[in-house]
């Protein structure tokens, strides 16, 4: 019953700014460490950025250091990505996930394209 389900994905000019949401129910949110991951063409997942469930600590990949910020809102059972200063590099799908009871769970994904 564990859904997670991404939105806000889009093409955005080099330098551009976008904010994903990860929708979740089946599990109490609000207990677990959340995360985003992305995959670029020929490449493998990688783990972007993961806030736990007390909100305030979170950790980031360098290559998104200074420019994408995590957060959560435990009231909507949901968590974001706010990405800034967008590199043609960041293209990618974006997955959310969470790790509950020995397995991972991910989204379907959100494409994120960065070109101009």
């Known amino acids: 019953q564990v859904q997670l389900v991404e939105s806000g994905g889009g093409l955005v000019q080099p330098g551009g700014s976008l904010k994903l949401s990860c929708a979740t129910s089946g599990f109490s949110f609000s207990l677990y460490a959340m995360s985003w991951y992305r995959q670029a063409p020929g490449k493998e997942r990688e783990l972007v950025a993961t806030?736990?469930?007390?909100?305030?600590?979170?950790n980031y990949a360098d290559s998104v250091k200074g420019r994408f910020s995590i957060s959560r809102d435990n009231a909507k059972n949901t968590v974001y990505l706010q990405m800034n200063s967008l590199k043609p590099e960041d293209t990618a799908v974006y997955y959310c996930s969470v790790f509950r009871q020995s397995l991972r769970y991910w989204g379907q994904g959100t494409q994120v394209t960065v070109s101009s």
């Open positions: 806030v736990s469930y007390i909100s305030s600590v979170t």
